[in-house]
């Protein structure tokens, strides 16, 4: 299914779902994004057997959001909508 071309037929019955999801997904998208520059700084501080505090605390956060945002796409997935996030965001921004 062209994920596109059903958001932009706001008839459809799923419409609302699916916009719902893609915004949460762009968002925590976005986020994840934020989170694996700062922890890519933060490890600057970071040496063998004493990690910095803040890249652990990041690695924990940048996780939690990829979980969230694998669950977008299972869900966009169940609806008949094939999502793969690298072809829709590219690279890290």
Known sequence: MDWGALLK?????????????????QRDY???????????FATVNSV???????????QHEIH??????ES???ELNYLGVSVNVQDLFGEIR
């Open 72 to 74: 977008y796409v299972a």
């Open 48 to 58: 063998a057997g004493a990690p910095d505090a803040t890249a652990e605390a990041l």
């Open 30 to 40: 976005d986020l994840w994004c934020d989170k694996v520059r700062a922890f890519e």
């Open 64 to 69: 939690a959001l990829a979980v969230d945002i």
């Open 9 to 25: 037929d706001t008839q459809h019955p799923s419409y609302p779902t699916i916009k719902k999801i893609v915004a949460d997904l």
